[in-house]
């Protein structure tokens, strides 16, 4: 059993920083996939950004450049970075895990076991 718990949303505005954590309990973050994924109101949800039990990295598109992913095994939490950010940021924010054997990161969220509750993020322009 895997519980992941986000942090850190909030309202900011165009062109500032955010960084958001997912806390892991119940197995290593090392030894799983982890992924963040994003659904705006009215919108599908989408994948934001990945990393590997291998330590490999996967972005969108839309956010290249501009976030980034790490993962801290000592915390068992794994962080995502947002800088430069956008109106169309905006969004409520999952962490995921993928306990599969899969060794890259998947875009689909049907890949993914467990999924945290969310934190919302709001960019005003």
């Known amino acids: 059993q895997v519980q992941l718990v986000e942090s850190g949303g909030g309202l900011v505005q165009a062109g500032d920083s955010l960084r958001l954590s997912c806390a892991a309990s119940?197995?290593?973050?090392?030894?799983?996939?982890m992924g963040w994924f994003r659904q705006a109101p009215g919108k599908e949800r989408e994948f934001v950004a990945g990393?590997?039990?291998?330590?490999?990295?996967s972005y969108a598109d839309s956010v290249k450049g501009r976030f980034t992913i790490s993962r801290d095994n000592a915390k068992n939490t794994v962080y995502l970075q947002m800088n430069s950010l956008k109106p169309e940021d905006t969004a409520v924010y999952y962490c995921?895990?993928?306990?599969?054997?899969?060794?890259?990161?998947?875009?689909?969220?049907?890949?993914?076991?467990?999924w945290g509750q969310g934190t919302q993020v709001t960019v005003s322009s």
């Open positions: 995921a895990g993928d306990l599969s054997y899969r060794t890259i990161v998947s875009v689909s969220g049907a890949a993914y076991d467990y």
């Open positions: 119940g197995r290593t973050v090392s030894t799983y996939n």
């Open positions: 990393v590997s039990r291998s330590g490999r990295t």
